[in-house]
């Protein structure tokens, strides 16, 4: 019979059947059970995590991409489920989690739809930075809006001339009174033109990291304008454009910390940004290596299952056993943030640069195991793909993250 081609023929059933075998085989796969060493709490964030991402995610997450729809009353509902505000205050809004406890949820979240769930880890980190480094009337005025998701907040460092040499932005903020006014640009701003509010670097001193800030700007206000919504390769549920800012009159009361401190602001946010996407990748990674598992074992090649070939075996084992080593690595960086560790920059940067790198390959490998099948839309593992390939670009590229390693290593 011919295999079924209409828009939801196969209810996407591809999509959500990742995310339903990780609730429901974890006894088949031991070996990559993610809730491995996990506490009964963490279990359970889990576990709604999980549930979420079969249920409110997974079903949808062909359609968010194929008509590039930022699904904000989804990302509402998953609020409503504290996801919002995950390592936050509560007095806030927030729920007052750990960093370990962040990685486990985008994991479990990003099974059922990768491009949102960055979304989400962008927006976590940058109530966090609001609530970490604002005073008590900015944390009061802007963090629970952020954390219930009535409002979404976007990350603006990278600059069209400045991507990986952030500390050479040139976004300026001269001081007017009790105001600045700001000129300039940022580039590749996920949420750009759809959201609410923007945690923006400028330079309002002298060049290099020294001369940054941080302001806090919201929608609407005169001299903030936004350019074309970019056409990209996977992550299509999240809108990405250039933010403009024109003469753009921001209050005094609106920078996060002292003048100077913006640049240590954004990076100490991109620390646990690095784990959040590697945590993301790693909901990909395991999502194909259960398809991969399913596709091997239903589908018939020269008279036998394809997971009789023990080529393919050895492959889906190198799989596994990649998916087990970052999922370990990424959550020995995020104790380290959570602690406090000296360490902890570097053995975030290692967990981001082994992570992305170590999962798109364990999607690519997923997806070659499809054959065809693999290239189709019909097939979820394609998605995961293309949304997990530019993990390896942002929140610092992976070269960067090579670099930041190796000056680690050498400096003593």
């Known amino acids: 019979t ?12 591809a999509a959500p059947r990742a995310a339903r075998l990780l609730l429901g085989r974890r006894g088949i796969a031991s070996c990559i059970d993610p809730s491995v060493g996990l506490t009964e709490d963490q279990k359970e964030f889990q576990k709604v995590a999980l549930d979420f991402a079969a ?3 997974a079903p949808y997450m062909a359609e968010w991409d194929e008509k590039e729809i930022f699904p904000v009353e989804t990302m509402q509902k998953a609020a409503q489920l504290g996801f919002g505000g995950i390592y936050v205050k509560p007095d806030v809004g927030g729920s007052g989690l750990s960093r370990l406890d962040t990685s486990i949820i985008f994991e479990a979240l990003s099974t059922g739809c990768t491009s949102t769930t960055a979304y989400m880890s962008i927006h976590n980190m940058c109530v966090w930075m609001i609530d970490t480094f604002g005073n008590e009337e900015q944390r009061r005025r802007f963090c629970p809006s952020l954390c219930s998701m009535e409002k979404f907040a976007s990350y603006c460092l990278t600059e069209p001339g400045s991507g990986s040499d952030a500390a ?11 105001t600045y006014v700001l000129n300039g640009s940022k580039a590749f701003i996920s949420g750009g033109g759809d959201t609410d509010v923007y945690v923006v670097m400028c330079r309002t001193g002298g060049p290099g990291p020294k001369g940054i800030s941080c302001l806090v700007l919201e929608k609407g206000m005169p001299g903030l304008s936004f350019g ?3 056409k990209k390769v996977g992550w299509n549920s999240q809108p990405t454009r250039a933010v403009i800012f024109e003469d ?21 946010g991109l620390n646990g940004g690095r784990i959040n996407i590697a945590s993301c990748s790693l909901g990909a990674a395991h999502a194909s290596v259960l398809l991969a598992q399913e596709h091997l074992t239903v589908r018939k090649q020269f008279g036998e299952p394809l997971a009789n070939n023990q080529y393919l075996q050895f492959r889906l084992a190198e ?11 990424v959550r020995n960086a995020a104790r380290a943030l959570q ?15 082994f992570a992305t790198d170590e999962c798109f390959g364990i999607c690519n490998q997923a997806l070659q195991m499809h054959g065809g099948y693999g290239y189709l839309k019909d097939y979820a593992v394609q998605q995961f793909v293309r949304d997990i390939r530019v993990h390896q670009i942002l929140e610092g590229t992976n070269e960067v993250m090579r670099m930041i390693v190796a000056r680690n290593l050498l400096q003593g």
Request: charged share 30%; hydrophobic share 45%.
């Open 2 to 13: 011919e295999r079924p081609r209409t828009a939801m023929a196969m209810a996407w059933r």
């Open 55 to 57: 249920k409110e995610m």
């Open 168 to 178: 050479s932005l040139l976004t300026s903020a001269q001081r007017k009174g009790d």
């Open 228 to 230: 074309k919504k970019e």
């Open 248 to 268: 753009c009159v921001v209050p005094v009361g609106n920078r996060l910390g002292a003048e100077g401190q913006g640049f240590s602001i954004a990076m100490q």
């Open 319 to 329: 799989m596994a056993t990649r998916l087990v080593a970052a999922r370990l690595m």
């Open 339 to 353: 602690d406090g560790r000296e360490d902890a920059a570097v053995l975030c940067s290692m967990a981001k640069l």
